[in-house]
């Protein structure tokens, strides 16, 4: 079993910087393609990043771009979200998501990862 494990949450004025790491652990562990995701209260999970495999390709949310670097190293089994110019917009409850074999970009872009973590929070105050 693979588990994931989020760190670096937090409330910032809007304007501030955060960075998300999420440790991957578990036994055989080869992870594919990794991201992050969001849910804010009364809404559903929405793609906000993810990348490939070795780094090969990095894919955004519209409105998070030129704002969010995604980044993994695989030494580490770690992925990490660096957040900047935060928006009150942003403030949501951010999930780390794990594949364990190749997928589409398409595949990526929706819930159907197959690891989770349990979530941290981000909130940008106005």
């Known amino acids: 079993q693979v588990q994931l494990v989020e760190s670096g949450g937090g409330l910032v004025q809007a304007g501030g910087s955060l960075r998300l790491s999420c440790a991957a652990s578990g036994r055989s562990l080869s992870l594919s393609a990794m991201g992050w995701f969001r849910q804010a209260p009364g809404k559903e999970r929405e793609f906000v990043s993810a990348?490939?495999?070795?780094?090969?390709?990095?894919y955004y949310e519209d409105s998070v771009k030129g704002r969010f670097t995604i980044s993994r190293d695989d030494a580490k089994n770690t992925v990490y979200l660096q957040m900047n110019s935060l928006k009150p917009e942003d403030t949501a409850v951010y999930f780390c998501?794990?594949?364990?074999?190749?997928?589409?970009?398409?595949?990526?872009?929706?819930?159907?990862?197959?690891?989770w973590g349990q979530g941290t929070q981000v909130t940008a105050s106005s």
């Open positions: 998501a794990a594949h364990r074999s190749w997928c589409s970009v398409a595949t990526m872009r929706a819930p159907l990862a197959d690891y």
């Open positions: 990348i490939s495999r070795s780094s090969l390709n990095t």
